[in-house]
């Protein structure tokens, strides 16, 4: 299988304070990652392309200084929100790519992150 | 830039029956993967079916199919009989490179 866990599944937090999420890829290396944000009952917004040892690379619009992501091995990719704020609150979900086939993306079963 | 549209926010099938969910797309390129994927309450997003664009034959995965009209750049899919389980979010989705363009979503509603 490939299978894609994230850690948490929720957090609450205050705002002001940083909130880091893992992804990991479990039973493959994923050169790549991504990370998604969701609303409820809308669509997922990609936020962020990460690739193993390099920098990730943001969508347009995402503040790279506030969502800082670390993809320091082949199965771990870190979403760090950093000074939270109300508004920040969403369903923050990542996804893995097994292989340079881009059709292979497995995706984690989400976290959601709710400042107070 | 690569567009995925869905038109229908919400559909409603019959248990057992037949429903189709509409995807358009648009992109300049020749090579490309589509899929559909469901995501249930749980919020996990599953994949459903994929398409590679280089192939005509449409994809079926045992009750679900598609319908892929390249040149009109439409990419429906078919759930045959209808279960209480397939009650989901549905996306389409596009991927022409590194990463993956999503539709809207359509609410899917399985009546008993």
């Known amino acids: 299988g490939a299978v894609v866990s994230q850690h948490p599944s929720w957090v609450i937090c205050k705002s002001g304070t940083s909130v880091k999420i893992e992804c990991r890829s479990l039973?493959?290396?994923?050169?790549?990652m991504f990370w998604y944000r969701q609303f409820p009952k809308q669509s997922l917004m990609l936020m962020a392309t990460s690739n193993e040892g390099s920098k990730a690379t943001y969508e347009q619009g995402v503040e790279k200084d506030k969502f800082l992501i670390n993809h320091a091995s082949l199965t771990l990719s870190t979403l760090t929100v950093t000074s939270a704020h109300p508004e920040d609150s969403s369903f923050y979900i990542c996804?893995?790519?097994?292989?340079?086939?881009?059709?292979?993306?497995?995706f984690g079963p989400g976290t959601r992150l709710t400042v107070l | 830039a690569q567009t995925v549209t869905q038109s229908q926010p919400e559909m409603s099938v019959q248990e057992a029956e037949t429903v189709t969910l509409s995807c358009t797309y648009d992109?300049?390129?020749?090579?490309?993967?589509l899929f559909w994927y469901k995501q249930p309450p749980s919020r996990q997003m599953i994949l459903v079916i994929r398409q590679e664009a280089y192939k005509q034959q449409n994809a079926t995965e045992n009750r679900f199919s598609v319908n892929f009209q390249k040149a009109a750049k439409s990419f429906s899919l078919k759930i045959s009989d209808s279960q209480l389980g397939d009650a989901a979010m549905y996306f389409c989705a596009y991927s022409g490179g590194n990463k993956l363009v999503f539709g809207a979503g359509t609410i899917l509603r399985v009546k008993s």
């Open positions: 992109t300049s390129e020749s090579d490309y993967y």
């Open positions: 039973d493959f290396q994923a050169t790549t």
């Open positions: 996804s893995a790519r097994k292989s340079p086939d881009y059709s292979s993306q497995f």
